[in-house]
């Protein structure tokens, strides 16, 4: 026996000098000494995997180092099987460690669930992905962490949903500062539902803060999808210079993504789709040499901080803070679509606090650049000087349609119907023959594709968010199923009628679509001798149509005769609702 035992331990040996050791170890670990033991002797390759059972009081300190080619892998058995719960917390200081499939559920722990740093080390080049942190609140609703602190550089965190934060902290807040290299990446993420706070201190993402916000932090925030992210005025709060958002989606949030402090950010390429609800919001711009650039928003019904876009006055001469906004200089605003907005364009809007300020007085935005953009509406006025009249803006081609300007210019603005349609992803586009095509003025630091990522290759640019063309657009509305994490099924959340103008099966079938007078309804999946509710919002969410019915099995007519222009319709019965669009002409 002993013989064979030392054969076998041979092999073993042999297997690891031979170069199989570049697989690593695979250490499966079934309680906190075996874990402990597992991190204090992990090398580069290795895989430490947490069985799938409830962990409670689990604290996990990573601190090793793996490398590019072998990182070191702390994941869940199967993905969302190891369950974290009560006191539970992660820890990670080292590099190239990567975190998979774990959840964090029925419970909290008062530090952060997840802080890039242990024992004083930050995390380089690190990555949790696959992971779910839901309802992790204090029993008493006033106690303040964050959920996530990410500091150090070139950490990514992808594919995770962080929903149900219902206490006072940020949900992910990137560090900014001396020490703070930056460089992350955070995409492909589910941020909410995340109920109103009481007032301050409950972002979604803060990127920096006020005492660092003069710090560049070059981090990236990408195709995540943002759903009733409601805490405060800002769901993003960007402090800090440098950083990049696009091609995210902002679903019905009362949350703006808001430039508070910090320069040269951009903002490319996302979707802020208003549902129905009061005081959604858009971007908010203040401090220096922002662009904002191919954004489509719809249906914001937010007004001032909470304008489509809001370009705000502030304090001059001013370079970060904890209090105060900074004044807005040298904006470039450009190639934005704006439908259906009940407040399309807020410039100088301004915060009663800032009149207070001992720095000094406040000063409407500065040298900013509004050109080819779409603003279509019939909310008046369409651009809104809130404070006094900016100061020397440049505006370019920028088409106005549906309700009076606001403003006194010159040039700068077409009065036409820029010939917008419902096209894929339920996002109104120019068709064929919109006065837009090949409009726009050719902008010095040339925008060169439109926000379905498609070359605007003409040198003939058109105006609004899309460079026409009938191929589809690459660039949809993120959905549920586009973000993480992979092995979690998300609720309905409405967002299906973005899915593109056939419905799928088993969701709310609005027909005709657009529809003239009467429209009919079927919802195919549910029991047909429930009572279900019918409901028609207008843009600013007044409800329009409000209807009952005990039998949908004949698809009943609802009749909408004075009815025009883009409305969202709301199903419910048997404690579900479903959302969606419907167009009226
Ligand atoms: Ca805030
Ligand atoms: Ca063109
Ligand atoms: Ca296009």
């Not at 950490?155 to 962080?162: E, K, W």
């Not at 429209?519 to 409000?546: C, L, P, Q, R, W």
Request: hydrophobic share 35%; aromatic share 8%; with cysteine.
């Amino acid at each position: 026996m002993s013989l064979v035992r030392n054969i076998v331990a041979g092999m073993v040996i042999f297997m690891f000098a031979s170069g199989l050791q570049m697989q690593g170890r695979e250490i499966q670990v079934t309680n906190k000494t075996e874990l402990g033991n597992a991190i204090n002797s992990a090398a580069p390759g290795d895989t430490i995997i947490l069985k799938d059972q409830v962990w409670v009081g689990m604290v996990m300190e990573l601190k090793f180092k793996g490398t590019s080619d072998q990182p070191i892998v702390l994941r869940s058995q199967t993905p969302g099987g190891a369950s974290l719960e009560s006191g539970s917390r992660l820890e990670i200081g080292g590099d190239y460690i990567v975190v998979e499939g774990l959840k964090f559920v029925r419970g909290y722990s008062t530090s952060s669930a997840i802080l890039f740093n242990s024992g004083g080390r930050n995390a380089n080049y690190c990555r949790v992905t696959n992971c779910l942190i839901d309802n992790w609140s204090p029993d008493n609703v006033s106690t303040k962490f964050h959920w996530v602190q990410v500091m150090g550089s070139y950490n990514r965190i992808d594919h995770c949903r962080f929903s149900n934060m219902n206490h006072p902290g940020v949900t992910v807040l990137v560090k900014a500062g001396a020490d703070q290299p930056g460089h992350h990446q955070i995409d492909h993420n589910f941020f909410g539902p995340k109920p109103e706070g009481e007032g301050n201190g409950y972002e979604s993402i803060k990127m920096g803060g006020g005492d660092y916000s003069m710090y560049p932090l070059y981090t990236l925030v990408e195709k995540n999808l943002f759903y009733h992210c409601d805490g405060e005025v800002e769901l993003i709060s960007n402090k800090s210079w440098n950083n990049t958002y696009r091609y995210n989606t902002f679903y019905d949030c009362q949350g703006t993504l808001t430039l508070r402090w910090g320069r040269e950010c951009l903002v490319e390429g996302n979707y802020f789709i208003g549902a129905g609800r009061d005081n959604t919001g858009g971007i908010r711009i203040t401090d220096q040499d922002h662009v904002v650039v191919n954004n489509y928003l719809e249906n914001i019904t937010g007004t001032d901080a909470r304008a489509a876009i809001s370009v705000m006055s502030g304090i001059p001469d001013t370079e970060g803070g904890n209090s105060g906004h900074g004044q807005t200089k040298n904006a470039r605003i450009l190639h934005n679509t704006i439908v259906n907005c009940r407040e399309s364009m807020n410039i100088g809007y301004f915060d009663e606090d800032d009149l207070g300020d001992p720095r000094g007085d406040i000063t409407a935005p500065e040298n900013c650049t509004i050109a080819n953009n779409i603003i279509y509406s019939s909310s008046a006025p369409l651009i809104k000087e809130a404070w006094a009249p900016s100061i020397n803006t440049t505006w370019l081609t920028n088409i106005g349609y549906g309700a009076s300007l606001g403003i006194l210019l010159d040039s700068g603005f077409i009065e036409t119907d820029p010939g917008l349609e419902l096209s894929a992803g339920g996002i109104m586009k120019i068709a064929a023959g919109s006065p837009a095509i090949d409009m726009g003025t050719i902008l010095a630091d040339t925008v060169r594709t439109d926000f379905d990522m498609q070359l605007r290759a003409d040198g003939k640019p058109d105006i609004g968010a899309d460079e026409f063309s009938d191929g589809p657009g690459e660039n949809l509305p993120v959905m549920a199923e586009d973000v993480g994490p992979e092995w979690y099924t998300s609720p309905a959340l409405g967002l299906e009628s973005h899915k593109g103008l056939s419905r799928q099966e088993g969701s709310l079938v609005i027909y005709p679509n657009p529809a003239k007078e009467k429209f009919f309804i079927a919802v195919d999946h549910m029991s047909m001798n429930k009572t279900v509710y019918v409901e028609v919002f207008d843009a600013f969410g007044k409800k329009v149509i409000d209807k009952k019915f005990t039998d949908l099995a004949d698809n009943p007519e609802i009749e909408c005769h004075d009815l025009k222009g883009i409305f969202i319709v709301r199903v419910r019965t048997g404690g579900m609702a479903f959302h969606s669009r419907l167009i009226l002409y």
